[in-house]
């Protein structure tokens, strides 16, 4: 009952999800969502009907998605019907699972071992699938809402404003088109601080001194030697040599050209006491002529379109560093940037909002920067983005979570700043899949069964289930909110995809201990062919490529069943999403190089170089030593399965198999340090643990 209960309405939340999101119907009004929803729940129920044989238990089903859809469109009053319905109908499913899961876990255990593995196994499909809603729970937000949160700005307010910034080993032919476009700015009242933060060459930061003398007094520039606390520990030096007249701080990164209407755009929020930091878009340039460069573009445009809108609902966005203005009392009230943090931006903006103060997002690109031209820097930024999102948890956990320590934070604030950094696990989560999906093949292949919990036949069906709504979810998302195709909705999930063990790897580390190196990836030899460099940048992912697929080859041969069969293709799935880390490391390798993109290429931007970055060798190596000791205590566990015996028996009736639905890759869909991982990374489902046949 209960498994029937979880096909129905994952069949339900697959039917609304391609309904609400044909044509953006996912917007429409409630005399034509309502109907439309209903259509689709008595569809569904109508095929179930023919399956089950069992109209009074449809029509049970189909009253307890409607009762479902109503409270959820009454709680949120401003999601239409069928967004309603589509989240509505998503949780009950994923309620349904866990509860089918729970009980078969528990009505079958055989000794402690399996009960222990069991249990683990249902906390990680508890964990993939909170993930799972809290994605599509941004999706709705955003995408079934007429219109975005708004804030009235007085236009002729007008406070003296600084614009930093901040700079490392800088070429100036892009660091002098950030400073001729701010020289551009269409604001009385300013001055631009450029700070060179450790430079080792001097001649580079000596370039950019002379540029900032010849573009005027509005430009000062100061270099940091030897400066402790990286960017943030530079920039909070550099708002210390600030006039006091100054009352607002701007921050943009040394490759961004900025619009001159940008101040005079936005200040004018400032004029509400109560608004202490003001975000718009991070957005890019120079990237419509090449495919990688097209998805990694619109990767980047997920956050900023529809995870920052859900969150603006509710006065929860973070504050993303540069395109971002903050007022300095506000800064100083909570004692500058922690400098302890990698992400030091979306931390301090936490910190803001606990005291009570406002953050405002404004939806519309004010400024366009450079993406990272090389895989390598763009793992080393993901790389910082997950890790200071894992500190922001470790050093706020007890603000988050524990009553009484939120301050001013709302219950709202909390979740969404507590979700927005879990959901950088999502990608630890899919690895812990993928070693129990390569457990099984191993098992299996050895005629051995794995003492943890399994499932019977059609329960097998789920995770492709999960797994295809998930994925579809969020392309479409990404399409409908950004307007791109469907080639670069793609490719932009496979570069989440490819950005999975680095995420992992961030995780892992932030975990163990809170200060951490940052990555470090094997140089590239001078005249390496792309296909060699692309390997060699992706190391780790290849190898969990090609082990995935050979262990899902060897599990067909040894064991031929219907199960193995359906384990396969998930496994190749996970297999499939770490190969996306070589194909985007030989993309990267073909980019056209323009004059531009060369001199960029080897910035530290684009490198993702960072003054004092040190190297952690224990990482990896601890990483593997841990997973072989897993490996081989799990077989050592594992008891020999006797040979299936011959039958007559339809296949989806005699096999059993072990389930979980799993996150898939989650690369930070966001260009910010804070940004929340891919929303790809708890839809997806796979099966783990051992397949046989039953007998």
């Not at 089950?52 to 029509?59: G, N, Y």
């Not at 010849?214 to 606390?229: D, I, S, T, V, Y």
């Not at 007022?327 to 909570?334: D, G, K, N, P, T």
């Not at 990608?427 to 999906?437: G, I, N, P, S, Y």
Request: charged share 15%.
């Amino acid at each position: 009952m209960l498994l029937h209960a979880a096909f129905f309405f994952g069949a339900l939340s697959a039917a609304t999800t391609v309904g609400s999101f044909f044509g953006g119907a996912i917007r429409a009004r409630i005399w034509i969502g309502l109907p439309v929803g209903v259509i689709l729940i008595a569809l569904v129920a109508w095929n179930a009907t023919i399956i089950s044989q069992d109209r009074d238990f449809e029509l049970l089903l189909s009253g307890i998605a409607f009762f479902a859809t109503a409270i959820a469109r009454l709680a949120m009053r401003r999601w239409s019907w069928l967004g309603s319905q589509l989240f509505a109908t998503a949780t009950l499913a994923s309620f349904g699972y866990l509860l089918y899961a729970g009980s078969i876990t528990y009505a079958v255990a055989q000794d402690v071992v399996y009960l222990v593995a069991s249990s683990l196994l249902l906390v990680l499909e508890l964990a993939a699938l909170s993930l799972s809603l809290s994605y599509l729970f941004e999706i709705v937000d955003t995408l079934s809402r007429r219109s975005d949160a708004t804030h009235a700005g007085d236009p002729n307010h007008r406070p003296r404003v600084a614009v930093q910034v901040p700079a490392y080993n800088e070429p100036l032919e892009v660091v002098g088109e950030t400073l001729n476009a701010l020289a551009a700015l269409d604001y009385p009242d300013l001055i631009v601080q450029v700070v060179d933060n450790n430079t080792p060459d001097a001649a580079t930061w000596q370039a950019l001194k002379s540029l900032c003398e010849k573009l005027g007094p509005r430009f000062q520039f100061m270099h940091l030697e030897n400066w402790p606390g990286f960017k943030a520990g530079a920039l909070n030096e550099a708002t210390r040599r600030l006039p006091k007249e100054v009352e607002i701080i701007a921050v943009v990164d040394s490759d961004y050209v900025v619009r001159p209407d940008w101040l005079r755009s936005v200040v004018g929020h400032f004029a509400d006491p109560e608004v202490a930091f003001v975000q718009t878009p991070q957005n890019y340039r120079d990237w419509e002529d090449d495919q990688y460069l097209r998805g990694l573009y619109y990767s980047y445009r997920y956050f900023f379109d529809i995870t920052m809108p859900s969150r603006a609902h509710r006065n929860a966005i973070i504050f993303a560093g540069t395109m971002g203005l903050i007022r300095r009392s506000a800064l100083e009230e909570i004692g500058g940037w922690n400098t302890d943090v990698v992400t030091e931006d979306a931390e301090a903006s936490l910190r803001i909002l606990a005291r009570g103060h406002a953050g405002v997002y404004i939806n519309r690109a004010y400024g366009h920067g450079l993406m990272p031209l090389s895989f390598d820097g763009l793992k080393k930024q993901r790389f910082r983005w997950a890790l200071g999102g894992v500190q922001i948890l470790r050093l706020h956990w007890r603000r988050l979570v524990l009553p009484g320590h939120g301050e001013r934070l709302t219950v709202a604030q909390r979740v969404h700043y507590l979700l927005g950094n879990v959901q950088w696990f999502g990608d630890a989560l899919m690895f812990c899949f993928t070693v129990l999906l390569l457990l099984t093949a191993l098992s299996t292949a050895m005629h051995h069964q794995l003492p943890i919990r399994r499932m019977t036949g059609v329960a097998l069906g789920l995770p492709v289930a999960f797994l295809a709504t998930g994925l579809l979810r969020a392309v479409w998302a990404m399409k409908l909110r950004t307007r791109c195709t469907w080639r670069d909705a793609i490719a932009g999930l496979q570069v989440w995809f490819a950005l999975s063990w680095v995420v992992t790897l961030a995780c892992l580390r932030g975990l163990v201990r809170f200060h951490t190196t940052f990555l470090r990836t094997p140089k590239v030899k001078e005249g390496e062919k792309s296909a060699i460099s692309a390997v060699r940048s992706a190391q780790v992912e290849t190898l969990l490529a090609a082990t995935g697929l050979a262990a899902a080859v060897v599990m067909v041969v040894r064991a031929p069943s219907f199960a193995t069969g359906a384990l396969a293709v998930l496994l190749i799935f996970q297999a499939a999403i770490y190969a996306n880390a070589p194909w985007a490391g030989a993309s990267s390798e073909g980019i056209h190089l323009t004059p531009l993109r060369r001199a960029y290429r080897f910035s530290a931007q684009s490198t993702g170089g960072r003054p004092g970055i040190g190297a952690d060798t224990l990482a990896i190596p601890a990483a593997v030593a841990i997973v072989a000791l897993v490996l081989m205590l799990l077989i050592s566990l594992a008891a020999p399965a006797p040979p299936p015996e011959p039958t007559t028996s339809a296949p989806g009736e005699q096999i059993a198999a072990p389930l979980h639905p799993s996150p898939s890759a989650s690369a930070s869909p966001s260009p910010s340090p804070s940004a929340s991982a891919s929303p790809v990374s708890s839809p997806s489902a796979a099966p783990s643990a051992s397949a046989s046949p039953k007998h």
